[in-house]
């Protein structure tokens, strides 16, 4: 029986990232508020009449979805890896099929944003569009970085693995 469990214990694990997505979404629109109110701060520090340029914008950008989406993955991946260590010592849980189904759930919300934005790219100027790929580039990163970070966590061992320490 207790082999039978121990193929299947991955499933507590996937139910459990499946109920954290949703409060890691809260705390994803909180980042971004608290990153808002910090970007204000420091305009208002910059000066009252200083506008930012295009670096700054594509900066912001960049640090708005990275951060963004960082804190969303992080949060869905690791309140249940945490929860568990912390209250559940005996339950050993495979959460690498969690970790594959948060790649694919953030792949395809990456690319549905992506493939929208590009739509109709006769609306976009040069500057707009950089933006766009600076976006995108902070999503994906965002996104793969914490499951990077929890497969390092649950100890998993690959060779590709030491190409990111």
Same mark, same amino acid.
């Given at each position: 029986?207790?082999?039978? &469990?121990?193929?299947?214990? /991955? !499933?507590?694990? $996937? !139910? +459990?990232?499946? %109920?954290? %997505?949703?409060? +890691?979404?809260?705390?994803?629109?909180? =980042?971004?508020?608290?990153?808002?109110?910090?970007?204000? !701060?420091?305009?208002?520090?910059?000066?009252?009449?200083?506008?930012?340029?295009?670096?700054?914008?594509?900066?912001? *950008?960049?640090?708005?979805?990275?951060?963004?989406? +960082?804190?969303?993955?992080?949060? =869905?991946?690791?309140?249940?890896?945490?929860? /568990?260590?912390?209250?559940?010592?005996?339950?050993?849980?495979?959460?690498?099929?969690?970790? +594959? /189904?948060?790649?694919?759930?953030?792949?395809?919300? @990456? $690319?549905? %944003?992506?493939?929208?934005?590009?739509?109709?790219?006769?609306?976009?100027?040069?500057?707009?569009?950089?933006?766009? %790929?600076?976006?995108?580039?902070?999503?994906?990163? @965002?996104? !793969? *970085?914490?499951?990077?970070? =929890? &497969?390092?966590?649950?100890?998993?061992?690959?060779?590709?693995?030491?190409?990111? *320490?």
């Amino acid at each position: 029986m207790n082999k039978i &469990l121990n193929k299947f214990n /991955f !499933i507590i694990g $996937f !139910i +459990a990232v499946l %109920i954290a %997505i949703w409060p +890691a979404k809260i705390l994803e629109n909180l =980042a971004r508020f608290l990153l808002g109110i910090l970007q204000n !701060i420091f305009y208002y520090i910059g000066g009252p009449y200083v506008t930012g340029g295009y670096l700054d914008l594509f900066y912001e *950008s960049l640090v708005m979805e990275f951060v963004g989406t +960082a804190v969303h993955c992080g949060a =869905a991946i690791f309140l249940p890896i945490l929860f /568990f260590e912390k209250f559940f010592k005996k339950i050993k849980i495979n959460w690498i099929p969690s970790i +594959a /189904f948060l790649f694919l759930w953030f792949l395809f919300w @990456g $690319f549905k %944003i992506t493939s929208m934005v590009w739509t109709s790219p006769e609306d976009l100027d040069f500057v707009d569009t950089i933006q766009i %790929i600076v976006m995108v580039i902070g999503y994906f990163t @965002g996104f !793969i *970085s914490p499951l990077i970070m =929890a &497969l390092k966590h649950i100890g998993f061992d690959h060779p590709l693995m030491n190409k990111f *320490s």
